[in-house]
């Protein structure tokens, strides 16, 4: 009996052994869940900082997890995802009926999560006299019809001059009175050399300059825009801030959208949950935009009376 009891104990060992060498070859061919695996995420790249800052926080979090974040354009990102180059994609709009369609036809339904506002800032040289804008300034420099300044944006399909042109209800823009830099960095650097440049950038790229305590910052400003109000109302501008944006007082804001089109229960839903769970939306707070839900704060309360 003990020699067919230690031949069956034998043989568990090996099942169980075959049981955890198939587990982890499993794994290491690159096994997903909401906590593991590796996900391409396509990020606007005028919202990159934040959301890096949030992919290095949820991978030391999760070290099973990798996120490879595609920093592109707006219109570029949107079409790497209708080419399936990735499924999950950070922007400040949502796609539209069109772009939707693709996903619909193969019976996707998105899950899509605001996880904070953000704002679309003008900034100019400190040499330049101007603090402020109206906003009809804008939209003539848009048109071309305000002479003397130019507008700078990261990119020829930036979010931040779609997101202009829309909100001047502009079908098309004076392609002389505009200039495409590389990426939002190159915008400040070269409104810092240039007096007569209005760059146009993201609120998040300017709070990381501020953050690495740029020397940009030594020449360039943000200016204050006009908050148009009610006829007949006093006039107010506003730069942007938290404060200013939360109160929607600053009048550039704009949602900003993680969208998961994965077909599956992948990491790209757990990258979600945590971009709008609590500790995700302390990074939006501390990094200094508005978060879509405001964190909770504990607070302990002590009776003095059982203190001795």
Same mark, same amino acid.
């Given at each position: 009996?003990?020699?067919?009891?230690?031949?069956?104990?034998?043989?568990?060992?090996?099942?169980?052994?075959?049981?955890?060498?198939?587990?982890?070859?499993?794994?290491?061919?690159?096994?997903?869940?909401?906590?593991?695996?590796?996900?391409?995420?396509?990020?606007?790249?005028?919202?990159?900082?934040?959301?890096?800052?949030?992919?290095?926080? @949820?991978?030391?979090?999760?070290?099973?997890?990798?996120?490879?974040?595609?920093?592109?354009?707006?219109?570029?990102?949107?079409?790497?995802?209708?080419?399936?180059?990735?499924?999950?994609?950070?922007?400040?709009?949502?796609?539209?009926?069109?772009?939707?369609? #693709?996903?619909?036809?193969?019976?996707?339904?998105?899950?899509?999560?605001?996880?904070?506002?953000?704002?679309?800032?003008?900034?100019?040289? *400190?040499?330049?006299?101007?603090?402020?804008?109206?906003?009809?300034?804008?939209?003539?420099?848009?048109?071309?019809?305000?002479? /003397?300044? *130019?507008?700078?944006?990261?990119?020829?399909?930036?979010?931040?001059?779609?997101?202009?042109?829309? #909100?001047?209800? $502009?079908?098309?823009?004076?392609?002389?009175?505009?200039?495409?830099?590389?990426?939002?960095?190159?915008?400040?650097?070269?409104?810092?050399?240039?007096?007569?440049?209005? /760059?146009?950038?993201?609120?998040?790229?300017?709070?990381?300059?501020?953050?690495?305590?740029?020397?940009?910052?030594?020449?360039?400003?943000? $200016?204050?825009?006009?908050?148009?109000?009610?006829? /007949?109302?006093?006039?107010?501008?506003?730069?942007?801030?938290?404060?200013?944006?939360?109160?929607?007082?600053?009048?550039?804001?704009?949602?900003? #959208?993680?969208?998961? #089109?994965?077909?599956?229960?992948?990491?790209?839903?757990? @990258?979600?949950?945590? $971009?709008?769970?609590?500790? /995700?939306? *302390?990074?939006?707070?501390?990094?200094?935009?508005?978060?879509?839900?405001?964190?909770?704060?504990?607070?302990?309360?002590?009776?003095?009376?059982?203190?001795?």
């Amino acid at each position: 009996m003990r020699k067919y009891s230690l031949i069956l104990g034998m043989l568990c060992v090996c099942a169980g052994l075959m049981v955890s060498c198939k587990n982890k070859a499993k794994n290491e061919k690159g096994s997903e869940d909401i906590l593991t695996g590796k996900l391409p995420v396509l990020v606007d790249q005028t919202l990159l900082p934040i959301i890096q800052e949030s992919a290095d926080v @949820f991978e030391s979090s999760y070290p099973n997890s990798n996120l490879e974040l595609i920093a592109r354009p707006e219109i570029r990102a949107i079409n790497a995802l209708l080419a399936d180059s990735a499924y999950v994609v950070v922007l400040t709009r949502k796609l539209t009926e069109v772009e939707d369609s #693709y996903f619909k036809k193969r019976g996707i339904q998105p899950k899509i999560f605001q996880m904070a506002t953000d704002a679309v800032v003008l900034i100019n040289n *400190r040499n330049n006299a101007d603090t402020i804008m109206p906003q009809k300034s804008v939209k003539s420099l848009l048109q071309g019809n305000l002479a /003397g300044q *130019r507008l700078i944006f990261d990119n020829a399909n930036s979010s931040t001059l779609r997101y202009l042109k829309d #909100y001047f209800k $502009l079908n098309k823009i004076d392609a002389n009175a505009v200039s495409a830099m590389k990426d939002s960095e190159d915008v400040m650097k070269y409104v810092s050399e240039n007096a007569n440049a209005v /760059g146009v950038i993201g609120y998040n790229w300017y709070l990381k300059a501020v953050e690495k305590n740029s020397n940009l910052l030594d020449k360039i400003r943000t $200016l204050s825009i006009e908050s148009v109000g009610k006829e /007949g109302e006093k006039v107010h501008f506003y730069k942007p801030s938290q404060s200013t944006i939360a109160d929607n007082l600053y009048p550039f804001t704009r949602p900003v #959208y993680i969208m998961n #089109y994965q077909p599956n229960m992948g990491l790209g839903l757990g @990258f979600s949950a945590f $971009l709008t769970g609590d500790r /995700g939306q *302390r990074i939006v707070l501390k990094a200094g935009l508005v978060p879509a839900t405001m964190p909770g704060r504990e607070i302990i309360i002590r009776d003095e009376s059982y203190i001795k």
